[in-house]
């Protein structure tokens, strides 16, 4: 097993106040609460107001997190924002970020994996750190996932919540820290799940309003499949590169999608579900804040403590999935 290069300090979290239940639901489609917890787990969502922007929500969540870890925000090196709902297109989100936290001394840049951003953005702070380029580094996942919802479509409406989960990633001091990361994409599959217009190919205009298509879209059946195939084989490859079994495994932290994925997930890796974390039931899915959401939920109700062995694993559109496992 490979001495770890970085690990994880501190974590923190943002949820909005308001809820969107089932019962909202089952007054505008034609759905129940009784289809939606069957079909998904979700119970209900959070949604963002106007102010609650992923830098706002972001600067409360990386807040938490310094506090925790007892790093001034002078010292913060990097700012990964993973997101795919960004505040807007330029500059980055966590350039915006950066100054509502008043981080002079980091550099910041977004990074686009839909649901697997935050696993994305641990590699990509992993590899920073082992290559000497920085020493302190907040990874974020934030979304605003109301803002890409077409309420007249019942395959994504009732799925969808806002949020904000961040960690702050630094030289690991010993054997804990990142044991293993694994990354994949399949672009060929990108039009299963995605937002056909807003983005330079299509700007915004009156044609984009007239047909929704700035909405996301999802061909439900396709991607669970999918999802439930590409999930495996990240828990596969995290545990056979970190040295590892289901066995070793205290704690498994995916991507809240949906509950059957979760379910299905969690058998493969022989891990039994008492051993697995999910809230999908109380925020839906938050594409990349879902897993450093649920850690942080984690570390405070002490569902992970020193020397814990955690899989987070991951999958979205691109498609793109992978996992991390970490000795905490």
């Known amino acids: 097993m490979k001495r770890p290069f970085a690990q994880l300090v501190g974590t923190g979290r943002y949820t909005p106040s308001k809820v969107h ?3 909202y639901f089952e007054k505008i489609l034609d759905t129940s609460d009784q289809w939606i917890r069957e079909r998904t787990g979700i119970s209900e969502r959070r949604i963002s107001e106007p102010h609650e922007t992923i830098a706002y929500m972001g600067t409360k969540a990386c807040m938490q997190v310094l506090n925790d870890a007892g790093v001034p925000v002078e010292d913060v090196d990097a700012i990964i924002v993973a997101t795919a709902s960004p ?3 330029l500059p980055s989100t966590a350039c915006d970020l950066q100054a509502v936290l008043g981080a002079k ?3 910041a840049f977004d990074l686009q994996a839909a649901c697997s951003g935050f ?3 641990l590699t990509v702070a992993e590899g920073m750190i082992a290559a000497g380029n920085a020493e302190n580094i907040l990874v974020v996942g934030g979304e605003r996932l109301s803002s890409m919802i077409d309420y007249t ?3 994504v409406a009732i799925l969808l919540g806002d949020g904000v989960g961040a960690t702050l990633v630094r030289p690991a001091d010993g054997e804990r820290g990142i044991l293993s990361t694994y990354i994949k994409s399949d672009g060929t599959l990108g039009d ?3 937002r056909p217009g807003g983005g330079a190919s299509h700007p915004p205009d009156e044609e984009l309003i007239r047909t929704r298509g700035f909405y996301m879209r999802m061909a439900g059946r396709e991607v669970f499949k999918s999802a439930v195939l590409c999930m495996s084989e990240a828990v596969d490859q995290a545990l056979k590169r970190a040295g590892l079994t289901g ?3 205290d704690l498994l932290i995916p991507h809240q999608a949906n509950i059957r994925i979760i379910e299905a997930t969690a058998k493969h890796a022989s891990v039994p579900m008492d051993k697995v974390y999910v809230n999908i039931d109380r925020y839906g899915n938050t594409s990349s804040a879902s897993i450093p959401i649920a850690l942080d939920e984690c570390v405070r109700e002490g569902r ?4 814990s062995v955690v899989l987070f694993v991951a999958f979205g559109g691109g498609f793109t999935w992978g996992s991390v496992a970490l000795r905490w």
């Open 21 to 23: 239940d089932n019962a």
């Open 87 to 89: 505040d807007r297109l």
């Open 105 to 107: 001394n980091a550099s």
């Open 119 to 121: 696993i994305y953005g």
């Open 153 to 155: 479509d019942r395959t």
């Open 192 to 194: 299963l799940l995605y």
């Open 247 to 249: 066995d070793d495994i």
């Open 304 to 307: 992970i403590g020193e020397g």
